[in-house]
Nanobody, 114 residues
Framework: VQLQASGGGLVQAGGTLRLSCDAS????????AAWYRQAPGKQRELVAS???????NYGDSVKGRFTISRDNATNTMYLQMNSLKPEDTAVYYC?????????WGQGTLVTVSS
């Protein structure tokens, strides 16, 4: 399985960005897709996750601002990020839990200026 993330960039505080992650390979009908992020000097943290049945979970710091979604037909996951804050600055990684293993994308940098 390979994951390719895209959509990062530089945005002003209060702005929006949409991240995408394309998955390829043998993907189980039952899986969990997720976005994580890692800011400089900090541990990687869960941003949001979504099961193949659409159940979602969000980190406390992004609830009400970020929305995770997926298109099972194209094996693509998305992260809509609204009301961005400087503390959202990080490298964002997409992840897929598939057949008992976790796969990671290469990361995409999101920078929010104040």
């Amino acid at each position: 399985v390979q994951l390719q993330a895209s959509g990062g960039g530089l945005v002003q505080a209060g702005g929006t960005l949409r991240l995408s992650c394309d998955a390829s390979g043998t993907i189980s009908r039952i899986n969990v897709a997720a976005w994580y992020r890692q800011a400089p000097g900090k541990q990687r943290e869960l941003v949001a996750s979504i099961t193949s049945f659409g159940a979602t979970n969000y980190g406390d710091s992004v609830k009400g601002r970020f929305t995770i979604s997926r298109d099972n037909a194209t094996n693509t996951m998305y992260l809509q990020m609204n009301s961005l804050k400087p503390e959202d600055t990080a490298v964002y990684y997409c992840s897929l839990r598939n057949f008992g293993r976790s796969y990671w994308g290469q990361g995409t940098l999101v920078t929010v200026s104040s």
